[in-house]
């Protein structure tokens, strides 16, 4: 086990609707990253928070925004759910140090219908 | 954008090594190269990375070419519990995320 837990396990939504995905990172570890992960492939970056800042985003869309919070945790939130929306979660917690390595959560799979 | 190419699958004999290649053309001088695993419906697990010399752990080791545009990752004695997806990745000391590509699919057979 990494020490990074996400919660939810599992969440249905229907298209439209808003939700929020949690993520507490392993201890000593100040840097939380999120991805997402669509069936048969590999997970793609979303964005990265240090400080409880973003501090690194990939090609996804404005609806999909986040929170760091003073203890290092963070919050996924994606508004407006699409049926492309659906896939496993993944929060990742790190270290500032970039060549450090990053431990992953077990995951959020997320069905919208 | 995965600056690493694998091959998409490859089977094991249980007990035997496991040797996964990935080439890495392109890779700059400050760049990591970064092996990671995914099982079945959980998160990526870390199993490695290196810079230019052979590293080895507790759970495998990386050759990579003294030209650093190849690596493999080794598996001293596969075990059924290794079937697993695995992925190779190069990342800058300044890169703030991993660009996973498709991996290579291991599948140890008894």
């Known amino acids: 086990e990494t020490g990074v837990t996400q919660s939810p396990t599992h969440l249905i939504k229907t298209r439209g609707q808003q939700v929020t995905l949690r993520c507490s990172s392993q201890?000593?570890?100040?840097?939380v990253s999120w991805y997402q992960q669509a069936l048969g492939q590999g997970p793609q970056f979303i964005f990265q928070y240090y400080r409880e800042e973003e501090n690194g985003r990939g090609n996804f869309p404005p609806r999909f925004s986040g929170l760091q919070f003073p203890n290092y945790s963070s919050e996924l939130n994606v508004n407006a759910l699409e049926l492309d929306d659906s896939a496993l979660y993944l929060c990742?917690?790190?270290?500032?140090?970039?060549?450090?390595?990053?431990?992953f959560g077990q995951g959020t799979r997320l069905t919208v219908v | 954008d995965a600056k690493t190419t694998q091959p998409p699958s490859m089977d094991c004999a249980e007990g035997r090594a496991a040797n996964l290649p990935c080439n890495h053309s392109t890779i700059s001088g400050n760049e990591y190269v970064y092996w990671y695993r995914q099982i079945h419906s959980q998160g990526p697990q870390y199993i490695i990375h290196?810079?230019?010399n052979n590293e080895t752990n507790e759970m495998a080791s990386l050759i990579i070419t003294e030209d650093r545009k190849s690596s493999t990752l080794i598996l001293p004695h596969a075990t059924l519990r290794d079937t697993a997806v695995y992925y190779c990745i190069v990342r800058g000391s300044n890169d703030y995320k991993l660009s996973f590509g498709a991996g290579t699919t291991v599948t140890v057979r008894a």
């Open positions: 290196g810079l230019k």
């Open positions: 990742a917690s790190s270290s500032v140090t970039a060549n450090t390595e990053a431990f």
């Open positions: 201890s000593g570890h100040n840097t």
